[in-house]
Structures are given as C-alpha cells and as structure tokens.
C-alpha cells in the first residue's frame, strides 16, 4: 500500500509520518502531482495559520489537485479546516470539499482548546471498533460547526464537528497522530479503507 | 468534556534525564526515551522536556532526543530549554516536537513570541514563566530563578497572551521543590485574567495537591516531576482520585 503524507510546508508531520510507522506501514512525505495521484491513500496534514497555508498549499499548486483526488483522503487538523468552504481565520478561502465554514470559539472558554476532550456520535468506517466517549487531542482556536457531513462530535462552549466526512474525503479535527492508542485505532481504520 | 492534564516533566541534561531540587543539586533519574514510553503508556496526558545542558553541541543532542522520542510516543510532547530563535524552533517541530517553550528569551527579547506565533501557530507555543513573591508581590525571574527582574508576573502574563502564546506554564519558584501544594492563588489570578490554558507547575508533593491546583488555581493542567520519577505518586491512582473529585480526567 502507497501512503503519501502532502508535505507544503505547514506544520509538524513528522509525528503523523511515526504513528504510521508503528501501525506497520510506510509513508512518503511528497508535494510531487503525480505521487500523490498515484497513492492509495492521502494525508493532508497542517498546524499553524490558516491563511499562510493556504497560500502555502496555493503556491505548490495542490490546491486544484486534491479535492479532485478519487482514493480516500484524510485531512488532520488545520488541513481538516482547510477543506472546508472558508475559514474565519486570516478570512481564507478553503478547499470546499466540506460544506461548512470554521469559525472561531467565543471567549466564553479558553482559546485555544489545547487538551483531550470525548467524541460522541461516530459514524462511518473511520471509527470502527472505537467506543463513544472516547478520548482524543485536540489544538485549535477555530472549528466547523456541526453539519451534515459530521462524522463525531466534540463539546467545548458547543457541540461541534470533531470529524467531518464527504465521498472519499475525512477529516479529523483532533490529531490521531497524537490521540494516544485511540488514535491508532482511527488511523488504522483509515488505512484499511 | 475537555479534561484537566496531567503532565509529568523530565529535566534533560546531557541527553539524560534529571531533576533537581529548587533548581539545584541534580539527581539522575534515567532514559528520557524509555521514561517517556512509561509514561505515555501508564496515563500522562502529555510530557514536558526542559534541557538544561549548556554543552556546545546541546541544540544536536537535544533534537536528536526530539526524533527518538517522536518516533516511540503517542502522546504530545513540549520542548523547551534555551530555545531563543525562529531557527531552533523549526528544526525542534520538524524533529517531532509538538510545542516548544520559551523563557527568558522571550523576556530578553518579547517580539520572538509574535514572530514565533506568526509563523508556526499560537497552538505551539508555550511561554513559561518563572516568579517568586517579593514584598507580597509576584516578580518574573530568569535563568531557572537565578537571576530577578523588575517584571510584575500577571503584567507579563498579560502581555505574552496578547503577543500570541497559546499557553502559560507558570512555575512558582516559592513552591518549586517544596512539595507543599502549587501556587494555587497566583494561579487562579493568571487563569481568571487570561483567556489562555494556565499550567500549574512548583509544589507538587501528594494527590491533594492536584486536587488544589485544579479546583482552587483553576490550573488547565499540572505539571509536576520528582514526585513522578520516583513513583510516590502513581499516574493512574492520581487520575482515580481527581475524577473521584468531580474533576473531568482521561482515564
């Protein structure tokens, strides 16, 4: 199996590179058209800012290339957010994979979320075998509300999508890199697709 | 619900790692990599890695433990130690490193927490802050707590969430090494001002104490280290009893 990881210069994914490594298999870091057309599943990672990314991923001319990808696509955390139509964040325009605009968290709680919180509500392949309740890690000041493309739901100041799912495209709003054996588990289902 | 943190911190010299008591007077307490594997899999919910070698080759040794811990743990994790430019945080993030903290550097020099958040994200981070109380009031210190300043401790926390930290680890040098209980008034002074996560660290000596911190300080998480790297408190039994509490824990 060909896993690519898109490296465009946003963000740690050295770790997303490990946690494939201890489930047993092998991932390419690339931002090469064909490689990534060739693999038989994509991660499209990104932590930091959004518009900066996004010009980012703009610049390597991937941004036309992915949503047309046909194998399953996993976007973690700010690449998640990136594919969904807009993000309040720099007021960046994303992908518009996911029907759904980020927005950013009230002051009502502490910004950004940094921590483990519980997803509730699992649909699709991508949390087979994984529990309600669960615990994941999440790092984000920005986040899509819930909608129908959401896939688990997470509560911080409101119930709101911590995974989102259209055709052949995922995205975790948590990093199952980092998500403890819980994680894994969501990673590995995600390879077996 | 998102949860309180319990973060077990390992002091790295050399590659190895210690601890010491009010700063002083080290104790080796073993491999920083297989430690980290112990912890991660018994329940911590991140780790801390704060170097404090001062060798020529530091920023190798210290990224080359970033990679080997990167490979072997599941759980985020924090460096920080003489981090003082945008270069030494990029080869730590791309190494594996989650979240780099900053100290005196940024208080040498304030604009790095801009230029560092601006480029890689609040979300990684984490300004700690070192204080102890003068005359009734809390004063930043620099250098582990050996050289003062004439900084007011909740003006600089204020001033480092409005230059764009994504979190405070504030380490009260009074309590650090006491195991008397954190700070916890000062602490939920920083957590009620500030609109960022507060990490409680100094004091840690029993279950109580994390108890305190969470409710009292209104801490986001707790950092603590000897009392982890000699086993008097057990992670598992620590999070039993805090979730006893009525304090929202992972287990």
């Known amino acids: 199996m060909k896993i690519v990881i898109i490296n465009y210069g946003a963000g740690n994914i050295q770790s997303i590179k490990f946690a494939i490594q ?35 991923l703009r610049d390597s001319g991937l941004d036309t290339l992915v949503p047309k990808l046909k194998q399953p696509v996993l976007g973690i955390c700010l690449g998640m957010q990136l594919m969904c139509n807009s993000t309040e964040e720099g007021n960046t325009k994303g992908l518009g994979i996911f029907d759904v605009d980020v927005v950013k968290f009230s002051d009502k709680v502490k910004v950004p979320q940094i921590g483990w919180n519980q997803i509730t509500d699992l649909k699709t392949e991508l949390f087979k075998d994984v529990s309600e309740d669960e615990y994941i890690y999440l790092v ?54 | 619900m998102l949860t309180k943190r319990i973060i077990p911190c390992l002091d790295i010299k050399n590659g190895r790692t210690v601890k010491g008591v009010n700063f002083v007077d080290l104790r080796d ?15 911590a919910d991140e780790l801390v890695f704060l170097d404090i ?8 040794t210290l990224a080359d433990l970033v990679f080997r811990v990167a490979e072997k743990v599941n759980i985020p994790f924090t460096v920080g130690g ?30 790095l927490i801009n230029d560092l958040s601006a480029k890689f994200g609040s979300q990684c981070i984490v300004v700690a802050i070192d204080a102890k109380q003068i005359d009734g009031e809390w004063i930043v210190y620099l250098v582990g707590g050996k050289v ?7 003006d600089w926390a204020k001033e480092v969430e409005e230059r764009g930290a994504g979190e405070i680890l504030f380490t009260s ?32 000596g029993n279950i109580q104490h994390f108890t305190d911190t969470f409710i009292e300080g209104k801490a986001d998480a707790a950092l603590a280290a000897s009392v982890f790297h000699f086993k008097e408190i057990e992670i598992v039994d620590l999070k039993e009893e805090l979730k006893n509490n009525g304090i929202p824990v992972r287990i």
């Open chain 2, 53 to 60: 070698s001062a060798t020529e080759e530091r920023r190798k």
């Open chain 2, 148 to 154: 003062s300043t004439e900084i007011r401790l909740f």
């Open chain 2, 82 to 111: 003489g981090i003082s430019s945008i270069e030494d945080v990029d080869i730590l993030l791309q190494n594996g490193a989650d979240k780099v903290s900053i100290n005196s550097s940024a208080v040498k020099n304030p604009q």
């Open chain 1, 22 to 56: 201890r489930l047993g298999f092998e991932a390419v870091l690339t931002n090469d058209v064909n490689e990534i057309l060739d693999a038989d599943k994509v991660i499209f990672p990104g932590v930091g800012e959004a518009s900066s990314a996004m010009h980012k």
């Open chain 1, 140 to 193: 984000h000041s920005f986040y899509a509300p819930k909608c129908e493309e959401t896939i688990a739901t997470s509560d911080y100041d409101l119930a709101y999508s911590a995974a989102l799912k259209k055709d052949n495209f995922y995205g975790t709003q948590f990093h199952p890199e980092k998500s403890s054996n819980v994680g894994e588990k969501i990673l590995l289902n995600f390879l077996n697709m």
């Open chain 2, 29 to 43: 307490a073993g491999d920083p990599v297989e430690l980290a594997e112990i912890y991660a899999s018994s329940g």
């Open chain 2, 173 to 204: 040098m009074d309590n650090d090494g006491t195991k008397d209980g954190f700070a916890n008034e000062a602490l939920a002074k920083l957590s009620t001002e500030l609109n960022i996560p507060i990490i409680a660290s100094g004091g840690a």
